[in-house]
């Protein structure tokens, strides 16, 4: 009997499995809190299993009725190392799944989790799912803004993209933005980009402080596209050695999104320092800030244009080491920051927003809630084991 703790998430669609499968083996997921389950992604292990079989792996519920999965190479070398599915759990129970070979037809899922290296927006990385959008940015525009060539950005920053649609938006956005420079900050129904970011910390960029002061790097130098699928996507950037006051900083982001979440999960491996902050941009140092050290999550409410955005960062109990909002004079550098241990050279933190726009959240107090019940779930992965 093989247990393994998991704390990733995501959502369920159903479709008939109308033949006798062949089943592998069964899996029993365990929700130990007061609180129902669900967009919470489960990872499987599959990597001892025929490579020539692993296209037709289903997870079964107990009616036999098969659930949207997603096969994962985490390592790129070719073979599919996980199978993700989403399991729906009551308060203080459990479910069992299983996991079979099957030929039966499978129905087609979109890809609502999706991102993409864009070079035709000079070399922005872009990520989403049905809730939200993320995007940051690469080395060519900061080489425009090192050369006073205009058009680009000097940022490692997270920008937020408000979308209120669940179908992807992401090229569609582009190709418009192609098409009229600019014209993807207009809402023309399904969202906008009006978050600015600048050198601030946006939703979940990274800083080191010494002494009284931040420091942080500059844009990605590399990237790697691991998944996207309609339950997970998931990327790796890469950062040059950057400079904090005299102590050399090593990041490298493991970043990945999962249907259902408003919160991206940033997994780093870091290295020249014992604490790393997460930060989360204060507009104009206005809107309202907020912080709940018992559930480990950093929180900021502000009105944006004609509506209103929550934003915020949560950790698990052993990374987190405290928070500061740090107030300053110079241009878009006031931030409000979760401050992490760096544990084994890594940290992990999950960042995101909720807009009222959208209709997933009507008030600060909504979102914040969500933070909480996030924070509890995070810090108490559902209990997976596998037969």
């Given at each position: 009997m093989k247990k393994i703790a998991l704390f990733?998430?995501?959502?369920?669609f159903f479709t008939s499995c109308k033949e006798s499968p062949e089943i592998l083996s069964t899996i029993t997921v365990?929700?130990?809190?007061?609180?129902?389950?669900?967009f919470e992604t489960v990872a499987v292990d599959i990597s001892n299993i025929n490579i020539e079989k692993v296209a037709d792996l289903v997870i079964l519920d107990k009616e036999n009725t098969q659930l949207t999965a997603q096969l994962v190479d985490n390592d790129l070398d070719g073979k599919n190392d996980v199978i993700l599915f989403q399991p729906n759990i009551k308060a203080n129970s459990s479910n069992t799944y299983t996991l079979a070979i099957s030929k039966a037809e499978k129905k087609a899922d979109t890809a609502y989790c999706y991102s993409r290296f864009v070079p035709e927006r000079t070399d922005d990385y872009t990520w989403e799912n049905n809730r939200v959008a993320f995007r940051t940015f690469g080395p060519v525009a900061q080489k425009m803004v090192e050369d006073g060539v205009k058009g680009g950005t000097l940022s490692s920053g997270i920008d937020a993209w408000l979308k209120r649609v669940e179908y992807p938006i992401i090229n569609k956005w582009y190709k418009r933005n192609d098409a009229k420079k600019g014209a993807y900050h207009k809402d023309l129904g399904e969202g906008l980009d009006n978050f600015h970011v600048g050198v601030s910390r946006g939703i979940g960029g990274t800083a080191v402080k010494v002494d009284t002061s931040y420091y942080f790097s500059r844009n990605f130098t590399s990237y790697k596209t691991i998944s996207t699928?309609?339950?997970?996507?998931s990327f790796v950037l890469t950062y040059a050695t950057w400079d904090a006051n005299g102590k050399q900083i090593n990041e490298t982001k493991h970043i990945s999104l999962d249907y259902g979440q408003n919160l991206t999960r940033f997994e780093i491996d870091v290295k020249g320092t014992n604490t790393i902050s997460s930060g989360i941009t204060l507009h104009n140092k206005k809107g309202v800030t907020n912080e709940q050290d018992a559930n480990f999550w950093i929180s900021h409410w502000e009105t944006l244009d004609d509506s209103e955005v929550g934003t915020g960062i949560v950790t698990t109990k052993p990374?987190?080491?405290g928070s500061e909002k740090y107030v300053t004079a110079r241009k878009d550098e006031s931030n409000h920051f979760l401050h992490l241990n760096v544990i084994d050279n890594k940290v992990v933190f999950y960042s995101g927003f909720g807009w009222k726009k959208s209709k997933q959240f009507s008030t600060q107090k909504e979102w914040e809630n969500y933070l909480t019940d996030f924070s509890?779930?995070?810090?108490?992965?559902?209990?997976?084991?596998?037969?």
């Open positions: 990733l998430f995501g959502l369920s365990e929700n130990k809190l007061n609180l129902d389950r669900e699928g309609p339950l997970r996507t990374y987190f080491a509890k779930k995070i810090n108490s992965p559902l209990i997976v084991t596998k037969l």
